[in-house]
Nanobody, 119 residues
Framework: QVQLVESGGGLVQAGGSLRLSCATS????????MGWFRQVPGKEREFVAS????????WYADSVKGRFTISRDNAKNTVSLHMNSLKAEDTAVYYC????????????WGQGTQVTVSS
């Protein structure tokens, strides 16, 4: 099993910045593609960003491209999401997720951390 714990959420004004972190334990962290998703109550969960197991290759949703940056530190078993130029539309519960290399879906999820952007 893989355990994921998000932290760093909070309240921030529009235009501000926030950094989310995800600590992992269990199976080898470097064997997983890591991703960030977000969800607003009553809405479908949305993909935000992801990063390959070895780092380097990243993907971003169009809505956050240029503002958010995903990174990972395999030595510390952590993945981060640096959010800049935050907008009210970014308000959501953000979830860290892990997908084993070669698998087609994210099988492990954290509990989520609330991010609220005031306009």
């Amino acid at each position: 099993q893989v355990q994921l714990v998000e932290s760093g959420g909070g309240l921030v004004q529009a235009g501000g910045s926030l950094r989310l972190s995800c600590a992992t334990s269990g199976r080898t962290f470097s064997s997983y593609t890591m991703g960030w998703f977000r969800q607003v109550p009553g809405k479908e969960r949305e993909f935000v960003a992801s990063i390959r197991s070895s780092g380097g290759v990243t993907w971003y949703a169009d809505s956050v491209k240029g503002r958010f940056t995903i990174s990972r530190d395999n030595a510390k078993n952590t993945v981060s999401l640096h959010m800049n130029s935050l907008k009210a539309e970014d308000t959501a519960v953000y979830y860290c997720a892990a997908k084993y290399v070669g698998f087609s879906r994210y099988d492990y999820w954290g509990q989520g951390t609330q991010v609220t952007v005031s306009s």
